[in-house]
């Protein structure tokens, strides 16, 4: 008798315009489709209209598109119903185990519903290469705490997700640390540089919305204003450097920030030539490395900033908001050339650039030797989640795999 396909839930904040969400479902994506080519697909995510255009794939919404007076029990029988139908449910990567720009009963609230729903149903949960904390708000802890315990399979990007749930009480001892799943997308094809007749770097610049961390609570614009601000800074002295200044985003949100800095640059240097600052619109992870690919040194705001660029062995230097950017670079040589976003001193971010600058060619051959050894492990963590998790007996429990740091 003939089975039946598999039936696959992939949960997450996916199709609001955040290009490392979406680059993190893709890579998912891609194992799925490769080693489960006859299952059955469906993504829950935010934005389910977008996801299907994107990525061909069924998509539902998060929560239950009815009537806001019933939306709480009723999103609790919709995502029974809905998960009920599944063999598995995968939260493929990103940050979603956080409260950033999340109030508890935002996101964290979100996943645990469905997890739980998950359980109820006998529905195996799996979590790869997912990032967690901080989380400000004991509630949020809790939802988060409750979601990551129910999972059985649970690996995490980084050493301070891991830590993290530890530290909330989750029981990650036997839970393995693998790269970024977006460290597994394929890469443009890096562009045949002439040699220019003056000595002129192109340098991509992250150019971020960043309003704080926020958790539960806002922020007023002074963090955004001031962020930017130190970026306009920055930027400001490439070009009185004579280098190219190639603006990136993350979020299609980040274009505010892009349009913010290009016009401020407009004013305080009228007669720039257009082609020492670039702005192109990106629509997708693919379309930033495709721009970063064209540059020979980078300073990322976002986590997936500092994954493209890396991936493609570009000298990095991170002005992110979380540890994950500093551990990331940490793993990469450079932990040396990381600041945080609401703290960004101008002297030191052009002290760092030269210093990378100065050492340029050794930290691209740490960068390749380095990303070498994650192309490894990503594929230590395909074979082991396909072999534990995705063609395991749907009764048989799976347990994580110990601690891979080294592949």
């Known amino acids: 008798m003939r089975s039946r396909p598999k039936r696959i839930g992939l949960l997450g904040n996916f199709g609001i ?16 489709r490769q080693t489960q080519p006859n299952a059955e697909l469906t993504c829950v995510c935010t934005n389910p209209e977008k996801v299907q255009r994107d990525f061909q794939i069924a998509a539902v919404p998060l929560s239950w598109p009815g009537s806001r007076l019933l939306s709480k029990p009723a999103n609790w029988i919709y995502a029974i119903k809905t998960v009920s139908r599944f063999d598995m449910l995968i939260v493929p990567g990103t940050g979603i185990l956080t409260d950033y720009c999340a109030p508890p009963f935002g996101m964290p609230y979100t996943i645990f519903r469905w997890c739980l729903a998950a359980r109820m149903c006998g529905t195996r949960i799996g979590m790869v290469s997912v990032g967690a904390g901080p989380l400000h708000h004991p509630i949020s802890r809790w939802f988060i705490k409750s979601t990551a315990s129910m999972a059985q399979y649970r690996s995490f990007r980084n050493k ?8 909330l009480g989750v029981n990650t001892k036997n839970d393995p640390i693998y790269p970024d799943i977006a460290f597994g997308l394929p890469s443009p094809s890096s ?24 958790g539960h609570t806002r922020t007023d614009d002074r963090v955004y204003e001031e962020h930017v601000g130190r970026i306009l800074e920055f930027v400001l002295w490439l070009l009185d450097q004579n280098h190219r200044v190639l603006l990136i985003t993350g979020d299609e949100k980040d274009w505010q920030a892009v349009d913010d800095v290009r016009k401020a640059v407009a004013a305080k240097r009228p007669s720039l030539p257009a082609e020492r600052l ?3 619109p990106a629509h997708s992870g693919h379309d930033v490395m495709r721009q970063i690919a064209d ?14 660029a890396l991936k493609l062995g570009k000298p990095t230097i991170s002005t992110g908001y979380s540890e994950y950017h500093a551990e990331l670079l940490a793993e990469m040589g ?23 600058l100065s050492n340029k060619s050794y930290h691209e051959m740490a960068i390749h030797d380095a990303m070498a050894t994650n192309q490894k492990r990503i594929a230590r963590q395909d074979s082991l989640f396909t072999s534990q998790f995705l063609e395991a007996s749907p009764h048989e429990r799976s347990e994580s795999v110990l601690p891979d740091r080294t592949g």
Request: hydrophobic share 50%; with cysteine; glycine share 6%.
């Open 17 to 32: 315009g955040n290009f490392g969400n979406d680059a993190s479902l893709e890579a998912m994506l891609l194992l799925l």
């Open 160 to 167: 301070f997700s891991k830590e993290f749930l530890a530290n």
């Open 334 to 356: 450079l932990g040396a050339f990381c600041q945080h976003s609401e703290h960004i001193n101008v002297e030191l971010l052009i002290t760092q650039f030269a210093k990378l």
């Open 278 to 280: 670039i702005a192109e």
């Open 295 to 308: 540059a020979d040194i980078v300073t990322a705001s976002r986590y997936h900033h500092l994954v493209f």
């Open 191 to 214: 562009p045949i540089k002439e040699t220019p007749e003056v000595e002129r770097l192109t340098v991509a610049v992250g150019a971020m919305l960043y309003e704080g961390w926020r």
